[in-house]
């Protein structure tokens, strides 16, 4: 009877370390690469012309297919980075809880992003991605937002930095998707990188 007992305080102590447990593994190395990343499709698209909205009007051809390689290379990249180097740094800290928390936090960002690669797909097909940064920010932010339940406060500020963006990006006339998703994508992963790997290891 108190070897049951025993089972069962163990039980409900670990299930309150998962509920109040935070995903802190993540890698700043990794973080610091997907900015990098990000630069670097930024440049291939500035290069392009195609940094202004109007340029993206009726994209079709070899232009669309290298745009959507290019980008599609880079979130791929980013993402397969950001997952490795979180498993590698949970190893290393001993987080036993790591992959259940890294779960949640993929299953509070799927929603928007499947959204964000519905909505891609749809503007692809019409050859209209003058909007396409304006979108990608604001189901990335939200994303992000929903992920942070899980995971760091800095990652919500980054979520809340990129839904602003986003929002901002999609007023007509303004011409700012493409600067603001430079500055959240790239700048924004790259300045979390850092606290990250300064406060939390890389």
């Known amino acids: 009877m108190q070897q049951h007992t025993s089972q069962q305080d163990l039980q409900t102590i670990r299930a309150a370390l998962e509920a109040n447990s935070r995903l802190t593994s993540l890698s700043g190395a990794a973080l610091l690469i997907s900015g990098f990343l990000t630069f670097f499709a930024a440049g291939f698209t500035a290069q392009a012309g195609l940094a202004v909205g109007e340029a993206r009007a009726g994209l079709a051809g070899d232009t669309l297919r290298q745009m959507v390689l290019i980008w599609s290379a880079t979130l791929v990249a980013s993402a397969a980075l950001n997952l490795l180097g979180m498993l590698r740094r949970a190893r290393s800290d001993g987080f036993p809880l790591a992959a259940r928390l890294g779960r949640r936090v993929?299953?509070?960002?799927?929603?928007?992003?499947?959204?964000?690669?519905?909505?891609?797909?749809?503007?692809?097909?019409?050859?209209?991605?003058?909007?396409?940064?304006?979108?990608?920010?604001?189901?990335?932010?939200?994303?992000?937002?929903?992920?942070?339940?899980?995971?760091?406060?800095?990652?919500?500020?980054?979520?809340?930095?990129?839904?602003?963006?986003?929002?901002?990006?999609?007023?007509?006339?303004?011409?700012?998707?493409?600067?603001l998703f430079v500055a959240t994508f790239g700048a924004g992963h790259f300045l979390l990188g850092v606290w990250v790997g300064v406060r939390y290891g890389w």
Do not use: N
């Not at 799927?110 to 990608?136: C, D, H, K, N, R």
């Not at 800095?154 to 999609?170: K, Q, W, Y």
């Open 106 to 179: 993929l299953f509070a960002m799927l929603p928007a992003l499947a959204v964000g690669g519905a909505l891609t797909l749809a503007l692809t097909m019409q050859e209209s991605l003058q909007s396409i940064f304006a979108v990608w920010m604001l189901c990335y932010g939200a994303a992000l937002i929903a992920a942070s339940a899980h995971s760091l406060t800095s990652v919500r500020m980054l979520g809340m930095f990129t839904l602003i963006g986003g929002a901002l990006g999609v007023i007509p006339g303004l011409e700012l998707d493409f600067v």
